[in-house]
């Protein structure tokens, strides 16, 4: 895992921007009159920045920016201005993250190791300046990720980006607002955990890995414990159903629980449990060729719950927590399941495996039945689970599927205020009908809305229990030039849980 950046916050009326020596010094341009801090810039490099307004070249419209190196009579080395829109005006919350992610992009593009941030006062929707300074330390790290496992010492690239100072005029305490700084920090660097194990090639990041990681991050965290279930053991629990997966593969299918013990020894736990596809071939109802590298994306959901497990632990939050991770490698082989094969669930209802390449509702159905052991609070599955979810959704919004509202609209919500949203499918009975098998309890795939009949299924698992159904097949993860992990929906699930406490 990568170094920690050094974030820390100071005053406002103690600065002395001229006299910031960090490398980079980043400041916020309305449209409209020069601010304090932008005049007293103009006045020490002799009218620079009013040369520049009447180019038309900093004109403070939202996004706009300027790179001013060297400039004179600024300590720091090279001068951002990022422009910010008109002042006063109300921002949403994509606004505001589109101006803090460029002056993000300024302290990391910069080459330096240390970044000044002036924030501006930004007037928000619904949020303050805790969320501002929240926001803009989970960019910081976020944004900073380099995934470089498996390059070579001369490709990899480098951020020398290791200190970031910033400061806002604020009424909020500094207390307040330095734990908003630790919690969005927490939340990037538990996203981008996540990242690194989706980055992982399928040939490394097999079942047994994702329980060697984890084990590692419960070695690290003293109210972490990790257990992991091997075949043997689940073949004794009845876990027919999730074995099935990974009968083709060489791999050992495994079950992964990280318990988190943050709250008091008898506080009922809040369950998130992933999947943990490690290379998904859709087994004997096999895939196209094209595009079939990104199958080593299907345990996104699984990183998702490893990662956020690390960021309840950074942060200590007072709840009990417990991550479960449902892995197994699906290929086709002499061993594997063969559509129309009748498997038989924990729970006792029979599948017909209809198509193998519908592997991600099997290995979750019996995780989600194992869930009921931990009396849970919740449980909320996070799986790339579905293509039609892409195409209802598309790469920017996640699924979400429940058998309690409460429960969805406090998961929206966490996914508004973090900027890490999804949206609600019906999972209403008229869809249950398209699962009906002539051979067994139920089929493993039917009708034409995929999305919902996959949750349709996982719902004849978690009937006990307050639910929620996260489809991350077009969020976890992006294709084309920017191909790889996003670390979602970790800010989503980081942020309903800190809520709950
Ligand atoms: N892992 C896939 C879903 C997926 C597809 C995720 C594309 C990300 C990108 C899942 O296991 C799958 O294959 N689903 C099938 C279900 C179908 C057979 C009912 C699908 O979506 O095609
Ligand atoms: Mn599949
Ligand atoms: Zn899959």
Redesign the pocket.
């Known amino acids: 895992m990568k170094k920690r950046l050094t974030i820390n916050l100071n005053k406002k009326s103690t600065v002395e921007l001229l006299k910031v020596s960090s490398g980079s010094l980043i400041v916020g341009a309305y449209e409209g009159p020069f601010t304090e801090e932008l005049k007293k810039i103009d006045e020490v490099s002799k009218g620079q920045l009013k040369k520049l307004r009447k180019l038309g070249e900093l004109n403070g419209k939202l996004g706009q920016g300027n790179y001013l190196p060297a400039l004179m009579g600024i300590r720091a080395q090279r001068t951002y201005l990022v422009g910010c829109g008109k002042k006063g005006k109300k921002l949403t919350r994509q606004d505001a993250i589109k101006i803090l992610t460029k002056m993000v992009s300024a302290a990391i593009s910069s080459k330096s190791s240390s970044a000044f941030i002036s924030l501006p006062k930004l007037n928000v929707t619904g949020e303050g300046d805790d969320w501002i300074v929240q926001q803009l330390a989970y960019l910081c790290e976020n944004n900073s990720y380099t995934y470089d496992a498996k390059l070579n010492k001369k490709n990899q690239k480098k951020i020398s980006l290791k200190r970031v100072s910033l400061t806002i005029d604020s009424p909020i305490p500094d207390t307040k607002l330095n734990r908003n700084i630790k919690i969005g920090q927490a939340i990037g660097r538990g996203s981008n955990a996540a990242k690194d194990l989706g980055n992982l090639p399928g040939n490394v990041c097999t079942p047994s890995h994702l329980a060697k990681e984890s084990r590692s991050a419960a070695n690290k965290y003293s109210s972490l414990k990790c257990t992991v279930l091997g075949e043997k053991q689940m073949k004794k629990l009845g876990m027919d159903c999730l074995l099935s997966v990974g009968n083709g593969s060489a791999q050992e299918s495994k079950l992964i629980t990280l318990n988190y013990q943050g709250g008091k020894k008898g506080d009922q736990p809040y369950v998130i449990v992933g999947k943990g ?1 490690t290379f ?1 071939t ?1 087994g004997i ?1 096999l ?1 196209p060729g094209g595009a079939m590298d ?2 080593k ?2 345990m996104c959901g699984a990183a998702s719950v490893i990662g956020t497990l690390q960021v309840m632990a950074e942060l200590k939050v007072p709840l009990n927590v417990v991550g479960m991770v449902a892995s197994a490698e699906n290929m086709p082989g002499s061993k594997a399941t063969k559509p129309g094969d009748v498997v038989k669930t924990m729970s006792g209802l029979t599948v017909e495996v209809l ?1 193998t ?4 509702r099997l290995v979750l159905a019996d995780a989600l039945t194992y869930a009921k052991r931990f009396k849970p609070k919740s449980v909320v599955d996070i799986a ?5 979810c ?1 195409v209802a959704l598309g790469h920017s919004t996640s699924g979400l599927m429940s058998n309690d509202e409460r429960l969805a609209q406090k998961l929206l919500k966490a996914g508004t205020t973090s900027n890490d949203r999804a949206w609600q499918l019906p999972i209403w009975d008229v869809y249950q009908k398209d699962l009906n098998s002539n051979f067994a309890d139920i089929a493993n ?1 039917g009708g034409r809305a ?1 999305t919902i009949t996959a949750a349709c299924f996982l719902s004849r698992f978690t009937e006990d229990y307050s639910w929620a159904h996260l489809d991350v ?1 077009g969020t976890a993860h992006l294709g084309g030039a920017a191909k790889g992990a996003s670390g979602r929906p970790v800010p989503l699930l980081s942020n309903y849980l800190l809520d709950q406490s």
Do not use: H, Q, R
């Open positions: 596809i998904d859709g109802s895939k990104e199958m994306f299907d198509n390449d519908a592997e991600g790339t689970l579905t293509g039609a892409i795939i995929g097949a």
